[in-house]
């Protein structure tokens, strides 16, 4: 996975500069603004590159992290063909991406003071667990209660009045899932189980936290 809290930091930071379309940004500037967000969250001064800069654009226009961005460069200056888009905005999803944030998270989470990473970090372990239940299990199924079916008492008294016949009383079997196609059960109630929800997480979540 081409990323780290150093690359992390850069994409929030160009996210931040070329969103809302205020104006467009040369590389150099991108730079600069990288390396000073660098330094003011990792305490880590020093100029960042322009080949490194460069391979956080390729990265951010591309699905690798699903980011897909819009990043347009004219003249040298590179701005959102959508000044509305924005990575903050884009949710994480797909399992393998989840997967591997995890992997990520857990190795820089030591270098991270930030309180909510522990909650973004749990919110992925269980939407990981989520993804691996759904799976192996996806279809929406009916369960039906049935209740073995009870003899009227209007019914009853016709057959006690009835010659040689003695008067029958049917006892009720307790609500239970019984074969449908047993004629001596009536359906008492019907509902849908579906998989559980997976909770949602975008990455401005795990931006925020970093």
């Known amino acids: ?3 780290n809290l150093n690359a992390l930091v850069r994409y929030k930071t ?3 500069c070329l969103y ?3 104006r467009r940004w040369s590389i150099e500037e991108l730079i600069d603004a990288c390396s000073s967000a660098l330094g ?5 001064y020093g100029k960042v590159s322009e080949r490194t800069i460069r391979d ?3 990265v951010m226009r ?3 992290l699903g980011f897909n961005a819009p990043i347009m460069q004219i003249k040298g200056l ?4 959508d000044p509305k888009y924005s990575i903050l905005s884009i949710g994480i999803t797909d399992p393998g991406l989840i997967e591997r944030i995890i992997k990520m998270l857990l190795e820089i989470r030591k270098d991270v003071s930030h309180p909510e990473l522990e909650i973004v970090l749990k919110k992925l372990l269980g939407m990981a667990q989520e993804n691996q239940l759904k799976e192996t299990d996806t279809d929406f199924r009916t369960v039906t209660h049935y209740q073995r079916n009870n003899v009227s008492e209007d019914h009853a008294a016709k057959k006690e009045s009835a010659p040689g016949k003695a008067m029958e009383k049917a006892k009720a079997s307790p609500a239970a899932s019984e074969p449908a196609h047993d004629e001596g059960f009536r ?4 509902f849908i189980t579906a998989p559980a929800t997976i909770p949602s997480l975008s990455w401005g979540d795990l931006l925020t936290a970093i």
């Open 1 to 3: 996975m081409p990323a």
């Open 14 to 16: 160009i996210n931040s």
């Open 62 to 64: 591309s699905d690798i």
């Open 40 to 44: 003011d969250a990792r305490g880590r």
């Open 78 to 81: 590179y701005f959102y063909d």
């Open 20 to 22: 809302g379309g205020v």
């Open 187 to 190: 359906p008492l109630f019907s």
């Open 56 to 58: 956080d654009i390729r």
